[in-house]
């Protein structure tokens, strides 16, 4: 059976330090540029306001998967978390508008703000996970180590996601996508 969980905002709001990494700048130099700290703001709270966060999981147990969409790393697991986290489509088409507008500092920005949400959405579902199960392995997603990013495509199928494209390569569309997987190694529910 497939979960559906909808955050809350604070499970998706990117820390504004790491953010600022992101964009190659340090918050202190711009805490001093107040006219680019509102802008900053301003596309902050437009990420928040057209981001659609949902996250779709599910639980198998790993011999029922295959042998190619389990990382090395598994090694002794019973069962697997396969997560796909995603922000929705009104992000990507907002980050595009900026850009047909010319307005490509914005978009940059945008995309910044957008990956670290995904990325702090996918950190807060992994806590979530942790309460509820234990004994895990790191969080894991197709692309690294042995594992190919094709694998997205399965994944997606699996947990029946209607709303993702997943591109021959691997990519999915919506772009701030991404799939996981965490090993669990106790049998319990």
């Not at 914005?106 to 979530?128: G, I, K, M, Q």
């Not at 594992?147 to 772009?175: A, F, H, Q, T």
Request: with cysteine; charged share 30%.
């Amino acid at each position: 059976m497939v979960e559906l969980y909808v955050p809350k905002i604070e499970e998706y709001m990117p820390d504004k330090a790491i953010f600022f990494a992101r964009l190659r700048t340090r918050y202190k130099s711009i805490v001093d540029e107040t006219e680019m700290l509102v802008r900053f703001n301003e596309i902050f709270l437009q990420g928040l306001k057209v981001s659609k966060p949902v996250v779709h999981h599910r639980v198998r147990p790993v011999e029922e998967l295959p042998t190619a969409l389990i990382p090395h790393s598994f090694n002794g697991v019973k069962r697997v978390s396969l997560f796909l986290s995603t922000l929705g489509k009104d992000i990507d088409e907002l980050i595009n508008s900026l850009l047909e507008e010319g307005k490509t500092h914005d978009a940059t920005v945008l995309d910044a703000w957008a990956s670290e949400a995904l990325e702090a959405l996918n950190e807060s579902f992994d806590r979530r996970l942790r309460e509820r199960f234990s004994g895990g392995t790191m969080r894991f997603s197709p692309g690294y180590g042995n594992v190919d990013v094709r694998w997205n495509k399965y994944i997606v199928e699996l947990l029946n996601v209607e709303d993702v494209r997943v591109l021959s390569s691997g990519i999915m569309v919506p772009r701030k996508t991404t799939t996981c997987m965490i090993g669990w190694y106790d049998e319990k529910r």
